[in-house]
């Protein structure tokens, strides 16, 4: 996995508007929503970006105001937009609600400009000027011309030498209604990537494992995999641990107490930008970890999808110390 390509990081996905209830309401109750720019493959980007790394998002928005405001606020974190197609169609929709510590996401995304027009890239084209492609399991999970444009696209990395992140992502309500034989390409996608993200849950179910250690099943079935990143919450989810493995080196922090929570969503995407600014530092599993870690417990403290902060603040921030007012 060369780590030292000239060009940017690609990040390929869908960009949809969150529309988030009040803390404690309901969506059948609500009356207004809280609107922010969502994405996994965005969230990782815009970390990226934050931190002085050359990123473009490769997506499609609609052509309307709502795109216009989704490739205005990509751009405002650093986001390079020359990629970013416009068509016909609707924007790609998410609404949250929590109470009482539940949470649900409902989507409602089918037919989208994403969706109907993903298939509008030049994977080849793009993979020459690429020094490294992430993309996550929802493309794969939203099926049609979003699964078929993911496939090729790692596939012209892959045969570009473009270092590849999977991040596995599942989304159950989105895999519901799918076959076996749809659910087998998340398997395709894995043994495509250099670095992969997926809890050992995830690797289990994904790879038909009985193995009790599915990273180290996960090397063995795949020798492209050169990096395997997760992070694991308490039972009573107020607590999370990370940990990043290479075929010769693991290592896994101690789980960092996540104080008063004020989002959880993103930090996932948090925790696998920050593995990837470490890889392309050329970090050990252990700083990989760490910084991965330090992405996510922040981003809990965050409200919206994204990580927003500085390589100064993340390179400041101690998972494990409590919270402080910086004057």
């Avoid at 068509?87 to 609404?95: E, H, K, S, V």
């Avoid at 409200?303 to 100064?312: H, L, N, Q, V």
Wanted: charged letters at 25%; aromatic letters at 6%; one cysteine or more.
């Amino acid at each position: 996995m060369r780590i030292d390509r000239p060009g940017s990081i690609l990040c390929f996905g869908e960009v949809m508007l969150r529309l988030g209830a009040a803390s404690g309401v309901k969506l059948a109750n609500a009356h207004g929503f809280a609107i922010h720019v969502g994405g996994a493959e965005a969230n990782v980007g815009a970390l990226l970006a934050q931190l002085g790394r050359r990123v473009e998002m490769i997506t499609v928005l609609p052509q309307s105001p709502l795109g216009d405001r989704c490739e205005a606020e990509l751009r405002g974190v650093g986001l390079g937009s020359p990629n970013i197609h416009r068509a016909d169609g609707r924007m790609g929709l998410y609404f949250v609600e929590g109470a009482s510590g539940v949470g649900r996401i409902v989507y409602d995304r089918e037919g989208s400009a994403f969706a109907e027009n993903s298939d509008a890239f030049d994977w080849p084209t793009l993979a020459a000027a690429a020094a490294w492609f992430h993309v996550s399991g929802i493309n794969l999970a939203l099926g049609g011309k979003p699964a078929e444009a993911a496939l090729r696209a790692v596939q012209a990395m892959a045969d570009a030498g473009v270092p590849v992140s999977f991040d596995v992502n599942h989304r159950a309500s989105l895999w519901k209604d799918r076959s076996k034989a749809d659910r087998e390409c998340v398997a395709e996608m894995i043994g495509m990537a250099d670095v992969l993200f997926a809890s050992h849950r995830r690797l289990k179910q994904a790879l038909n494992l009985d193995d009790a250690d599915p990273t180290r099943a996960a090397f063995s079935a795949f020798s492209k995999i050169r990096v395997i990143g997760s992070t694991r919450r308490s039972m009573d989810r107020q607590r999370l641990s990370a940990r990043v493995a290479r075929c010769d080196e693991a290592y896994e922090t101690e789980a960092a107490s996540l104080g008063q929570i004020v989002d959880r969503i993103g930090s996932g995407d948090a925790f696998a930008g920050g593995v990837i600014d470490a890889i392309l530092r050329g970090a050990s599993a252990e700083e990989c970890a760490k910084s991965g870690l330090a992405a996510a417990v922040m981003k809990h403290g965050i409200a919206g999808d994204r990580w927003i902060g500085t390589r100064e603040e993340l390179e400041a921030f101690d998972p494990f110390a409590p919270g402080d007012i910086r004057r």
